[in-house]
């Protein structure tokens, strides 16, 4: 009989791991990076059967058929929940860690096999194994198949788009379609899906600024639909840049009415 050291387990190489990367300990631990979870971030489920569809009722069948081949959903726009999700069935216990309790829930879709698909659920934060924010994948694209790189404008321009913003001095990722492939490398994207990116702001950007950021992003030959993050929530970069008196802010408690996104005072629309 072979004894295998109980130390092997630790020491496989990256290369080994399907996902890559340092994974968390099922249970009510802490963000490996010390925050947790926003909106664009792509978390990979170590029990996706825990999650609870916000209609309420079972996992329907093509998603339990998608998250058992790639378990990685997206991070929603809304409030997290603590405890049991109201209106929704009993949260079922990770059944990898028996003694997990579910306590904080975040609000997630999981991406569908056809356009459009989409199912909005709860993920309980005891059943993460990892999370990547938007920042991580842009590196991520020297992973993927060179032809398809060069199939999906969207991906060809991604560094070129990178350098653009990193003029304006940004923080910055890829979300959408091209952000899911990059991060999970699921060929999700098309040859005609735009390039979504999110701008982290968390000081106030004049609209000068942004006016120039836009100019600068629709050259390039491909459509770029960017987003300010503010500490409050987002904004379109083009509605931003193009002075209106009131702008709609995307906050978890949804749209809202503002004039400054930075110091938000309106009413939630």
Excluded: N
């Excluded at 990722?173 to 060929?187: D, K, M, S």
């Excluded at 050259?219 to 500490?231: D, H, N, W």
């Amino acid at each position: 009989m072979t004894v295998v050291p109980s130390g092997s387990h630790a020491r496989r190489t990256a290369a080994e791991e399907p996902h890559d990367g340092p994974r968390r300990r099922v249970g009510p631990l802490a963000a490996l990076d010390g925050r947790l979870p926003g909106a664009h971030d792509l978390l990979l489920m170590q029990c996706p059967s825990s999650l609870c569809p916000l209609a309420g009722g079972e996992l329907p069948d093509w998603a339990r058929a998608v998250l058992r081949a790639h378990p990685w959903v997206t991070v929603g726009r809304a409030p997290s929940v603590v405890g049991s999700p109201v209106d929704l069935p009993h949260p079922q216990r990770c059944t990898r860690d028996p003694e997990a309790a579910p306590e904080l829930w975040f609000p997630v879709t999981v991406r569908g096999p056809r356009p459009g698909q989409r199912l909005d659920a709860l993920a309980p934060w005891a059943a993460v194994a990892r999370t990547l924010r938007p920042e991580q994948l842009a590196e991520r694209r020297e992973r993927l198949d060179a032809e398809r790189v060069a199939g999906i404008p969207a991906l060809a321009l991604l560094p070129e788009a990178g350098r653009v913003v990193a003029d304006h001095r940004l923080s910055w990722g890829p979300i959408g379609a091209i952000g899911y492939e990059l991060g999970t490398g699921v060929p999700v994207a098309g040859p005609l899906s735009p390039l979504r990116l999110v701008l982290r702001a968390p000081h106030p950007i004049s609209r000068r600024d942004a006016l120039q950021l836009r100019r600068a992003l629709s050259k390039l030959p491909v459509p770029v639909q960017a987003e300010l993050e503010t500490r409050y929530g987002a904004v379109q970069l083009a509605e931003y840049a193009a002075s209106p008196y009131t702008l709609t802010l995307l906050t978890p408690y949804g749209p809202r009415e503002v004039r400054d996104p930075w110091f938000p005072r309106g009413p939630f629309v």
